[in-house]
């Protein structure tokens, strides 16, 4: 085990976690044709060179042709959002798996107050990739709610609790 198999093990992991609904190993490991020990070493990074069943893991997972290889051999991943896989956010696993596989519909940045130093919030609003235009309608109108709260947010004067 060295440290590209042990991150690509990792991320594999974090990819069958973030899975909705959810991906068990011995579902992952039927599904493949294997035991659920092999999918357990597979994550735990230990083996020696991506295989036929690595491969077909990291596909069952969504990853892209060729993307197992690339991260056991240390290399930034490819394709241009994500070449820069050194300058990488420190976003949590499951909510950068969940950016990568999604469709994004909506994107914006709500301040906090009227300062710069108030804060903001950032909200992605996502559908599943391939999803039919009457369900990313409904994903959107469902939002349009949420949507009109975060904005009041910015404009609400801030409650102080008495002590």
């Not at 597979?42 to 991260?71: C, H, M, N, Q, W």
Request: hydrophobic share 35%; proline share 7%.
């Amino acid at each position: 085990m060295d440290d590209g198999t042990k991150e690509l093990g990792t991320r594999l992991q974090v990819a069958r976690e973030a899975l909705r609904p959810r991906l068990t190993q011995p579902a992952a490991a039927e599904t493949l044709g294997v035991s659920r020990t092999t999918i357990q070493n597979i994550e735990s990074g230990d083996f020696v060179r991506v295989g036929k069943t690595v491969r077909r893991y990291a596909e069952l997972l969504g990853f892209p042709d060729g993307e197992a290889e690339r991260i056991a051999r240390g290399e930034p991943a490819a394709g241009s959002e994500q070449a820069a896989e050194s300058s990488r956010l420190p976003l949590p696993p499951a909510v950068e798996y969940e950016l990568r596989t999604g469709e994004t519909l909506e994107a914006g940045v709500i301040p906090l107050g009227p300062h710069e130093d108030d804060g903001h919030i950032i909200v992605v609003l996502q559908g599943r990739k391939g999803a039919s235009p009457e369900e990313l309608e409904r994903i959107a109108a469902r939002y349009r709610k949420p949507r009109r709260l975060l904005q009041g947010l910015a404009t609400e004067p801030d409650e102080v609790a008495e002590s």
